[in-house]
């Protein structure tokens, strides 16, 4: 990776007010509005005796990378393709692979700014334990964002213009939404409901962040089920991708 590259798009990132607040603010802004309410501070059995606020903790750890890897990532790569850009590096001894790795490197750690961020406004806001089982935790983020990038980069490796990337994105981002918890955190969904959520890439890693927060190794079966996507994805990606 080109370290010039690198600052050039860390810059041009800390230039996107938009992107900053999507992927690092607004995940903790939803934990704060969510817990605001009090009967979200309140045991819910619906979550197996959590607070609301406690069970939407892993959904909002999970929204930031999802907005960067899904709506931000392609939009912009995609862009960069359209406007000839990776063609003209291709002539440059920095080469375009230098570009998409610092890509991934920009977002997967905003990712991880974000998901701190969270962690931390839930507990010093409304006393959300912090997760009894670290180091399942940091695991099954980082496959998480992984995988989360991994199918960034499928979105990206499909779309010839901008305006399919925002498309594309846009139908991937609600479906993987939905399977993260966002609309309902998986420890309320129907036994059946949860089992196939949990062979999705954010539906296993709501569940493997769970069992981690709850002081339980995360499962083996969520861990696999990401790890085969990252597989999968990357592959898929590495097939598709096309510089020009």
Known sequence: MNSAVLR??????????????????????????????PSFRQPNDDFGGLR????YV????????????????PQTLTGYRERGILRRMSTTPVRPSALLSS????????????????????????????????????????????????????????SRT???????????????????????PVQAMPDVLARIVGCTPFGAAAQALNQAAAGQWPGWTHLGVLAVWILLLTGAASRWFRWE
Do not use: N
Request: hydrophobic share 65%; proline share 5%.
């Open 8 to 37: 050039t798009e860390v810059r041009l990132f800390c230039r996107e007010p938009g992107g900053i607040f999507w992927i690092l603010v607004f995940p903790t802004l939803l934990l704060v509005i969510l817990g605001s309410i």
């Open 52 to 55: 609301t606020v406690d069970a």
């Open 58 to 73: 892993p959904v909002a750890v999970l929204l930031g990378l999802i907005v960067g890897a899904l709506q931000s990532m």
């Open 103 to 158: 890509h991934m490197l920009v977002y997967g750690v905003a990712a991880l700014a974000s998901a701190l961020l969270v962690l931390a406004v839930g507990r010093l806001g409304f006393d959300v334990r912090l997760p009894k089982q670290p180091f399942g935790y940091v695991l099954a983020l980082l496959l998480a964002v992984l995988a989360a990038l991994a199918l960034g980069s499928v979105v990206s490796a499909l």
């Open 162 to 184: 901008t305006k399919t990337a925002g498309a594309i994105g846009s139908a991937v981002f609600f479906p993987a939404m939905f399977c993260a918890g966002v609309w309902l």
